[in-house]
């Protein structure tokens, strides 16, 4: 069963990663990956938020672990394509650019799961 909760997860979060990504994208025109880097953020902060949920609801972390925290939030962060698009900036010349988004992508992503949990 917990393949299928990965599973149904998964499929789940990589349909809210393109949605959202696409709305960010068209919403907010720039050279700066935003879609993908809003997207990611997010993610933390959902991954976060069920990890505090599967502590709190104990005898329903068989399914909310592979569902939500394995599934939906793997198939939501886009590691990936943050990085194919970090490597895309280097190479269009900007790299400052690049730095950027690696620097705050993983900054702010830490940030996020660390100040949540520790809130919790």
Known sequence: ?????????????????????????????????????LTN????????????????YSDHSSWIQPLLIIGFCGGFSTFSAFSNESVQLIDQ????LAALNI???????????YFIKAKA
């Open 103 to 113: 620097f705050i992508s993983v900054a702010v992503g830490i940030a996020l799961i």
């Open 93 to 96: 010349g900007n790299v400052l």
């Open 41 to 56: 953020m997010f993610a933390c902060l959902l991954l976060a938020l069920f990890v505090i949920g599967a502590r709190e």
């Open 1 to 37: 069963m917990m393949y299928f909760y990965v599973f149904i997860g998964g499929g789940l979060g990589c349909l809210a990663r393109f949605s959202l990504t696409q709305f960010v994208s068209h919403l907010i025109k720039s050279s700066f990956p935003l879609g993908t880097f």
